[in-house]
Structure formats: C-alpha cells, structure tokens
C-alpha cells in the first residue's frame, strides 16, 4: 500500500490544508518506506493532488467530513488521528494498533439498552433489563433476547411463548435503573414506579408506553447457551413514536437520545 503523510517540516500536520508538503511512504508488511516527498503548491483540489501521487490513503491529525467524502470518492481511504514526528506516524500506521487481550464477558459492546416486558399465565405482568439482545434474521424479521433461567420473567416467558422489547431513551433512564436492578420477587416494581404499560396489538405481553419503541414478538425457538437460553422471538408487530418513523416506515434511530 502507498500512503500519505501530511507533514510540516518534520512533524505531522494538522490537516492537509495546514502541511508544506506530503510524505509518500510505501507500505510492507508492517514497516513504512519512504519513497519521496512532494511540495503542496495548493494548485490542485486535495483528492485530485493527492490521487496524481498515486496514493491509496492520507494520514494527518484531522480532516473534515467532506474532505474524507472527497477522497473517498477516488478511492482513497483517509485515516486522522497521527500526530508527532511524521516518520513515527508512518511507522505507527504500517505497524497497525498495539492489541492485548481483554475481558471475555460482555465483550461485544454497545449493547442496546432494552426492557423486556412479559405476562405470565395467570395474568401478572413484569419487565426486565436485559443486556443481550439483537437481529438475527430480516426475512422473517427476527430477534433474540438472553434470559437468565433464575430470573422471575424466565417462566412467565416459557408459559407464554412471547415478549415485547422496548427500547429505552435517556427519559426513561431512572426507570430503566429501577427495573433492571430489583425483582418481581421482592416487590411490584412496575407499580412502584409507576410504569404505564398498553396492551400488545398481536401477542400476550404488555408494551411499556413511555418507550420510543415496542417490539412484539413470539417465541418460535430458544437455545441454552451457557449463563443465558436466548429466546428467537418473530417480529408481529412494531410500536414506534410518530414523531421518529419516517414516510417510509423505517425508524429514524439517529433521533433517539439513547441512555449511554
């Protein structure tokens, strides 16, 4: 790979339109060598500069949204974040990140900050925090929620063969704390937090109102996977806030201030 550095005397620059010249360098397995510099007169747009130099991918300290767009678009990968001597920064991006083993639990993250509500066989209703969820199929739209076998909605969900999933927002922060800290075990902490809750249009569960999105779903498979049985869940039916789904029905996600 042929990359660039922007450089300013002997450093890195801040941008490309900040550096006096670029350093071309040459990848090679995970060493960087330098080929040649050349002078940025400015008389050309970036990409197209940078494109004549024969440049697979420019490397400063940041760039702008438009700029990275730009390069993109004659396929240039532009990558920011270097700064120091501009030789450092080349050798730093030849060699790659420097990794060390982490934690195994919970590794994959973001998780999605979700509330899985259920209702029992004999009518109780209860909701759970729940850290592992996610899609697993479109076609048919499908999710996938873990349950710990000890925890008390584990067999309101066996019985009833189905779940809602909301997703919550920053609103709804302390109640999600709340829920996901205490049990239906020790007390009614639906009513003890006041959580209006609706009935599903499709399944046997109820949807908690104040959440932006309500997932129903009906259990079609579960398999034990150690500490957790993931339920599969088929889509039936969605709720979302009118305010965040579009003309063509899709979810504007970008909108939700999500709890961090």
Do not use: W
Request: aromatic letters at 8%; hydrophobic letters at 40%; a negative charge.
């Amino acid at each position: 790979m042929t990359f660039a550095v922007a450089a300013k005397g002997s450093k890195t620059a801040k941008s490309f339109d900040d550096c006096d010249a670029v350093i071309i360098y040459e990848k090679k397995g995970e060493k960087a060598f330098m080929l040649r510099a050349a002078e940025n007169t400015r008389s050309k747009p970036l990409a197209e500069f940078l494109k004549g130099l024969g440049v697979e991918c420019a490397i400063c300290r940041r760039m702008s949204e438009e700029e990275k767009a730009s390069l993109r678009s004659v396929g240039i990968e532009a990558v920011t974040g270097f700064d120091g001597e501009a030789e450092e920064a080349a050798g730093r991006f030849a060699a790659g990140p420097v990794k060390k083993e982490a934690n195994k639990k919970s590794c994959l993250n973001p998780m999605p900050r979700v509330l899985v509500s259920c209702r029992g066989a004999n009518g109780e209703e209860n909701a759970l925090a729940v850290g592992y969820c996610g899609n697993c199929s479109y076609d048919p739209p499908m999710l996938m929620v873990g349950i710990v076998p000890s925890r008390y909605s584990y067999q309101m969900i066996k019985e009833s063969g189905c779940f809602v999933v909301n997703i919550a927002d920053e609103e709804y922060k302390d109640t999600f704390d709340y829920l996901g800290s205490r049990s239906k075990r020790d007390e009614d902490k639906l009513t003890a937090m006041n959580v209006r809750l609706a009935d599903g249009k499709v399944v046997n569960a109820p949807i908690l109102s104040d959440c932006p999105v309500n997932i129903e779903c009906s259990v079609v498979d579960s398999i034990v996977t150690g500490s957790h049985e993931m339920f599969v869940g088929k889509v039936e039916y969605v709720h979302a806030d009118a305010s965040i789904v579009g003309c063509d029905g899709n979810i504007d996600f970008s909108s939700v201030s999500f709890i961090k």
